[in-house]
């Protein structure tokens, strides 16, 4: 039976500009990446290319994977996959409940699998510091090397209304965004002391591209700029946040060839399509219905554990791979929007990160 509070909110989201930019924007922007998968395979460029090194981990040497967002969609599958590949997982999630409940899965999956859980709330800079200090700790503790090899920014929302952290920010840009700066510049020293090149890997959408103009001044980063607005401007937001993740990783690259010259730690970017998971929970339910059918009918949703594939390609690429776009799976690379590839505005938005940084850092210690 059609219940009729749901139909209420259905129809009232279809009248908003956030389903119309979601409905057309984000279809298009999807297209647009296939498009350039297609153009690649039919022009043929080598490059496009890179398949996964054949990584055999001997189990008393098991490369660490950090990866957020560890409990749901994407992230659980790809932790799965991550342990079967021989990594010693650690699993970053905000709910101790749902930790424990895929710590258990993974385990009856696979009794091998290395695996350890931290309760981080990644919208929260004192839950990230913390996690920091309980990861040197726990890697001391357990008689590991001081370093890890894989750090994936993984956990991400779509959130439909305004709900500021305890820092002010933005929950989703802090969420998508800046928890995925802070963590990556808190753990780049263990990143740095792997005695095997590292990477950062960062789970970034297709739906960067319907970011066409873009601000990267304090109040934009941490999204304080839309607490005034009467609509929360949601797909907004996630794209925005999306397109400071892709700029993120690219800067982080340059920076990182600036400083390391060893080109140790690598930096990739990783987009999933459209995938089956939990991501549009807060949009009202006959919405995600028809997503979910619209884009199973022209066979654009994927399953996280299809999707999950394409993200370990990109985290086992080998160490050379760097400051690319993963997208397509089997390794396949395209090109991002051209804004994201805009040094100038990456180095804008990377010196306004490192200033919250900064600030955050002040605060908590
Ligand atoms: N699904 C898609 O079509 C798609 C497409 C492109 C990109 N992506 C990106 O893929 C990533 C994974 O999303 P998904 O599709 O797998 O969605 P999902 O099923 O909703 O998973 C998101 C994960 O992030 C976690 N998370 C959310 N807020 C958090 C916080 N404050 N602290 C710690 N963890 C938090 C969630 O924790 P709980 O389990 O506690 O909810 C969940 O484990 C996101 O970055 C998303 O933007 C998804």
Redesign the pocket.
């Known amino acids: 039976m059609i219940e009729m509070g749901n139909l209420k909110e259905a129809l009232n989201f279809i009248c908003s500009f956030d389903f119309w930019r979601m409905a057309l924007f984000w279809n298009i922007a999807l297209l647009f990446s296939y498009f350039q998968l297609l153009k690649r395979r039919i022009f043929g460029s080598k490059s496009s290319s890179s398949s996964s090194s054949n990584h055999s981990w001997n189990s008393s040497h098991r490369p660490i994977c950090v990866i957020?967002?560890?409990?749901?969609?994407?992230?659980?599958a790809t932790a799965f996959a991550l342990s079967r590949k021989g990594f010693y997982v650690v699993l970053?999630?905000?709910?101790s409940h749902?930790l424990s409940k895929t710590l258990k899965e993974i385990k009856k999956q696979n009794e091998d699998a290395q695996l350890k859980a931290f309760e981080?709330?990644?919208?929260?800079f004192q839950?990230v510091l913390k996690f920091r200090n309980s990861l040197e700790q726990w890697l001391l503790e357990s008689g590991l090397h001081s370093s890890i090899q894989l750090l994936m920014n993984?956990?991400?929302?779509?959130a439909t209304s305004s709900r500021p952290t305890v820092e002010g920010f933005d929950?989703m840009i802090?969420?998508?965004y800046i928890?995925a700066f802070s963590l990556t510049k808190l753990l780049l020293p263990f990143l740095k002391n792997s005695p095997v090149p590292s990477r950062v890997v960062n789970?970034?959408?297709?739906?960067h591209r319907s970011a066409f103009a873009a601000r990267f001044d304090k109040d934009s980063v941490t999204g304080m700029y839309s607490s005034g607005s009467k609509q929360y401007p949601c797909a907004r937001i996630?794209e925005y946040s999306?397109l400071c993740l892709l700029l993120f990783s690219y800067e982080l690259h340059r920076q990182l060839r600036l400083t390391d010259d060893s080109h140790h730690v690598s930096v990739v970017a990783v987009?999933?399509?459209?995938?089956?998971?939990?991501?549009?929970?807060e949009l009202p339910s006959y919405i995600q219905i028809i997503a979910f059918y619209g884009l199973k009918i022209f066979r654009l949703m994927q399953s996280?554990e299809d999707?999950a594939e394409l993200i370990i390609d990109a985290a086992l690429a080998p160490p050379e791979v760097s400051d690319k776009y993963f997208f397509g799976g089997n390794g396949r690379t395209i090109e991002s929007s051209g804004i994201s590839r805009d040094p100038k505005l990456a180095k804008e938005l990377w010196d306004t990160s490192c200033l919250i940084f900064n600030r955050l850092q002040q605060t908590h210690t």
């Open positions: 957020t967002g560890a409990t749901s969609g994407l992230g659980k970053v999630g905000r709910s749902l981080v709330d990644m919208s929260s839950s993984n956990a991400g929302i779509l929950r802090a969420t998508n928890g789970v970034t959408s297709f739906t996630y999306k987009d999933p399509g459209a995938v089956k998971t939990n991501i549009m929970h996280s999707a």
